[in-house]
């Protein structure tokens, strides 16, 4: 999901917030636990897909124009093909 908080699933403690195929996937998967973030999504998800630091992807802001991965960077989905 996009924008989801650590505290938004039931298997993070949250009781107010169904979420039982998240938990699911959560009980079976591996977690990540010592990742940091950029403040907005885009330079955090080019972050996760490539393992690089937001701004060596070209990836570094959402606001004011639009930044995107640079064509030479692989991802983690080019990784596992």
Request: charged residues 25%; positive net charge.
């Amino acid at each position: 999901t996009d924008d989801q908080g650590y505290g938004d699933v039931g298997a993070h403690g949250n009781d107010q917030i169904i979420t039982p195929n998240t938990d699911k996937l959560y009980k079976e998967s591996i977690r990540f636990t010592n990742f940091h973030v950029d403040p907005t999504c885009s330079p955090t998800r080019a972050a996760l897909l490539t393992g690089r630091y937001s701004r060596r992807t070209g990836t570094w802001h959402t606001i004011t124009t639009r930044h995107f991965l640079r064509r030479d960077e692989m991802t983690i989905a080019e990784v596992f093909k």
